[in-house]
């Protein structure tokens, strides 16, 4: 045998290895595939990311808690700011109402 021909018989041994290496792999995905389908992957990584999103989220909230309580603070007072507001102005108004009803001393001095 020459050179040539136990050259051509190794790459064909590799190739026949390859190709049994590679059609193994192909029904092992095709055998997952029928096993889950690709919805399924999606919709299992999607959830499992999410789950990996929260618990860091819940652990960053851990470490911060005053920044949580102040963030909290700011949206209730941003989401009630309008009702919070006319509060204020009605207890503005009613101040008004106290100080115009007492006479001044300039109105008790011509009185008499």
């Known amino acids: 045998m020459s050179d040539t021909e ?3 018989a190794e790459d064909r041994q590799n190739r026949a ?3 049994a ?3 193994q792999r192909l029904a092992q995905v095709k055998s997952d595939l029928g ?3 690709i919805a399924g992957r999606i919709k299992h990584g999607a959830a499992s990311k999410g ?3 929260m618990a ?3 652990d960053v909230a ?3 808690k005053g920044v949580v309580a102040a963030t909290g603070a ?3 007072l941003w989401f009630f700011r309008n009702p919070l507001l006319a509060l204020l102005r009605r207890l503005a108004g009613a101040d008004q109402h106290t100080v115009q009803d007492q006479p001044s001393s300039d109105e008790a001095d011509n009185e008499e």
Do not use: P
């Open 56 to 58: 860091q989220g819940l």
């Open 51 to 53: 789950a990996d999103a």
């Open 21 to 23: 290496l590679f059609d």
């Open 74 to 76: 700011a949206l209730t």
């Open 6 to 8: 136990r050259q051509l």
């Open 62 to 64: 851990r470490e911060n």
């Open 17 to 19: 290895s390859a190709r």
């Open 35 to 37: 096993a889950r389908g």
